[in-house]
Nanobody, 116 residues
């Protein structure tokens, strides 16, 4: 059974920074993709950033230049460094692990609130 545990959310003022962490455990293949998504209240979940096992990262335009996704040394941990936060970044942030086209797992989510 694969489990994802996120941490690092909280309340921060606009312009501030937060670092989210997601640790995956269980039967995980060495080749996988980890990603962050977010869902604001009343809105659909949206993709934020993705990183492959080899370290190739991609970002949504709304966070490009402000957020950085990275892998831990153990490769089954992913981080999201969020700088220059804006009130519109307020959302529940979810970690997603993709092993195959039909096999993916989600974390429970962590709340990020940016006050103006």
């Amino acid at each position: 059974q694969v489990q994802l545990v996120e941490s690092g959310g909280g309340v921060v003022q606009a312009g501030g920074s937060l670092r989210l962490s997601c640790a995956a455990s269980g039967s995980i293949s060495t080749s996988n993709t980890m990603a962050w998504y977010r869902q604001a209240s009343g809105k659909q979940r949206e993709w934020v950033a993705t990183i492959t096992t080899s370290g190739v990262a991609n970002y949504a335009d709304s966070v490009k230049g402000r957020f950085t996704i990275s892998r831990g040394a153990a490769k089954n941990t992913v981080y999201l460094q969020m700088n220059s936060l804006k009130p519109e970044d307020t959302a529940v942030y979810y970690c997603k692990l993709t092993l195959t086209f039909v096999q993916s797992y989600w974390g429970q989510g962590t709340q990020v609130t940016v006050s103006s």
